[in-house]
T-cell receptor, first 108, second 113 residues
Framework: GENVEQHPSTLSVQEGDSAVIKCTYS??????FPWYKQELGKRPQLIID?????GEKKDQRIAVTLNKTAKHFSLHITETQPEDSAVYFC???????FGTGTSLTVIP | AAGVIQSPRHLIKEKRETATLKCYPI?????VYWYQQGPGQDPQFLIS???????DKGSIPDRFSAQQFSDYHSELNMSSLELGDSALYFC????????????FGEGSRLTVL
């Protein structure tokens, strides 16, 4: 199946700073790249996604960039806030395979 | 708006017992996915159904089986439970198979003693 690698596994930033999380995938046929946010004990929820015909997508403080040649896509969160603290997962391979997650802590 | 409904929310079983989890997807969603999430782990894909037919299989143990019924609800059956089966089990549905947002239920927490 698809091999999705996610880095870093943990990330701590000061409030107001930016956070970047990166995922690489192996299946060149993948064409949909979502990012999910999961708070402790809660369900994962989609925060942003991108399709293979687009290189970048932005939604307020959140953006995703896709490099199909290098097979990686990244989540960018700007002006981080304490409520951004959560675990973030990317997914690939038609969403069957999640990355290993990044635990983001925003320090007030 | 209707969401994905899972039941039961919590379940406690003994080793070697059997458990059944139920999932009611969002109406008109054509694909249902089952995931297993251990503590501190990422969701592991178990199995999916497209239009009531099994479509893809992930790391589902042979002791587990699943099906989707005519009313589109799905059930995950787990037999000969082991301590390692203790996890949060999520069901998700999507409107477009493979390339659309996954809507997750709140999960069923299984504890095997």
């Amino acid at each position: 199946g698809e091999n999705v690698e996610q880095h870093p596994s943990t990330l701590s930033v000061q409030e107001g700073d930016s956070a970047v999380i990166k995922c690489t995938y192996s299946d060149s046929a993948s064409n949909y790249f979502p990012w999910y946010k999961q708070e402790l004990g809660k369900r994962p929820q989609l925060i942003i996604d991108i399709r293979s015909n687009v290189g970048e997508k932005k939604d307020q403080r959140i953006a995703v960039t896709l490099n199909k040649t290098a097979k990686h896509f990244s989540l960018h969160i700007t002006e981080t806030q304490p409520e951004d603290s959560a675990v973030y997962f990317c997914a690939g391979g038609n969403q069957f395979y999640f990355g290993t997650g990044t635990s983001l802590t925003v320090i007030p | 708006a209707a969401g994905v409904i899972q039941s039961p929310r919590h379940l406690i079983k003994e080793k070697r017992e059997t458990a059944t989890l139920k999932c009611y997807p969002i109406p008109r969603h054509d694909t249902v996915y089952w995931y297993q999430q251990g503590p501190g782990q990422d969701p592991q894909f178990l199995i999916s159904f497209y239009e009531k037919m099994q479509s893809d299989k992930g790391s589902i143990p042979d002791r587990f089986s699943a099906q989707q019924f005519s009313d589109y609800h799905s059930e995950l059956n787990m037999s000969s439970l082991e301590l390692g089966d203790s996890a949060l089990y999520f069901c998700a549905s999507s409107l477009v198979r493979g390339t659309g947002e996954l809507f997750f239920g709140e999960g069923s927490r299984l504890t095997v003693l």
